[in-house]
């Protein structure tokens, strides 16, 4: 026979666990509530990928150069990056540019210079060994970080973002030295990836504009 005693503990016990669960079944029906809502309202985040926007890095390259040459007059670039931007978010002046540099006689520094809110920035930085980068000259990139934008989004890169609707997609542009092939070679490097999900990468020839390695998300 089952004690009184035992059988009211258990069924306070009983009642607060079932309390505990309508708890945890309502706090999972809010939470999966807002997220149909959140993503009812940003399903047309990249819908008109017309809006994303990408800087020129040839316009200002001529000032990050003689900022480079001040820092060491041997300087060289070695690479550019570009932030994509919503032409209509929070920051519609434009997105970031960074240009890397580094110099024989700087031992194992290099140097970043980036456009940053309209506003140049500089820091010497520490790389774990001496000059590591060939040099990108001005005459290796007839293509403007714009056109490799704009050939990277013709093949593929609209429908990856129209069938990928994500706020955390990553996109990213660089002028640098990739592997192509038994090569390395200065591409325009432009990808489009979900974190933990699929991604497009491109590798663009910046003389010619010719899609050099594409993969397949």
């Not at 006689?105 to 970043?112: D, I, M, V």
Request: charge should be negative; hydrophobic fraction near 40%.
């Amino acid at each position: 026979m089952i004690s009184r005693g035992w059988s009211a503990h258990w069924g306070r016990r009983l009642r607060r666990g079932l309390g505990l669960g309508v708890i945890v079944v309502l706090l999972a029906s809010v939470t999966l509530t807002l997220w149909v809502s959140g993503c009812s309202n940003r399903q047309h985040f990249y819908d008109v990928t017309g809006e994303l926007i990408v800087p020129s890095a040839a316009e200002p390259y001529g000032e990050a150069l003689s900022r480079a040459r001040e820092w060491k007059p041997d300087a060289y670039l070695f690479a550019i990056t570009a932030e994509v931007a919503s032409s209509s978010g929070a920051r519609p002046a434009g997105a970031d540019l960074a240009y890397y540099f580094e110099s024989p006689t700087a031992g194992r520094s290099y140097l970043f210079l980036g456009m940053i809110d309209g506003q140049w920035r500089e820091e010497v930085l520490a790389g774990s060994t001496g000059v590591t980068h060939a040099e990108i000259a001005r005459e290796d990139w007839v293509l403007d970080s714009v056109d490799a934008w704009g050939i990277a989004l013709a093949d593929g890169g609209d429908e990856f973002l129209i069938e990928h609707q994500e706020p955390l997609t990553n996109m990213d542009v660089e002028l640098t030295y990739r592997p192509v092939g038994d090569e390395d070679l200065i591409v325009w490097s432009v990808s489009f990836s979900i974190p933990f999900g699929p991604r497009l990468w491109l590798k663009i020839d910046p003389l010619s504009g010719k899609i050099l390695e594409r993969n397949s998300p």
